[in-house]
């Protein structure tokens, strides 16, 4: 069964970040993901966006991955809105924002990105549970 995005994560960590984009874009997206980071999630969520151009954010509870480019257009939050989640897969799902397709793209992971912000995970966890 398929599920709009924003319903299927009800109760989910990473359902306000996902709120955020779907009524925010640009700067306002970034200081309100800074603000739903602890201080040295805040820290690794910057030094990626400097370096890779993208954060990466993890969600364990759900096993769902939401990658942010650094500049997101407008069109980017209503698209999230009407994003429809495929069936659940075995392992982690990633969304992200296609830039030259222009639209949200769900693909299945084995595990997140080392470089993702776990934003379910006590401290000393790494990203990959490893």
Do not use: C, H
Request: hydrophobic share 45%.
């Amino acid at each position: 069964m398929t599920e709009v995005l924003l319903g299927a994560l009800a109760g989910s960590t990473l359902l306000p970040f996902f709120q955020a984009i779907a009524t925010k874009a640009g700067e306002d997206l970034y200081a309100k993901v800074r603000s739903l980071l602890s201080g040295a999630d805040r820290e690794r969520a910057q030094t990626a966006l400097d370096t890779a151009g993208s954060v990466t954010l993890a969600d364990r509870g759900t096993m769902t991955i939401l990658r942010l480019p650094a500049e997101l257009p407008p069109d980017a939050a209503a698209a999230l809105r009407l994003l429809v989640l495929p069936p659940p897969a075995e392992g982690w799902r990633i969304v992200y924002w296609d830039g030259a397709r222009r639209m949200w793209v769900v693909d299945d992971l084995d595990v997140p990105p080392r470089n993702a912000v776990r934003i379910d995970e006590a401290p000393g966890e790494s990203p990959s549970g490893d």
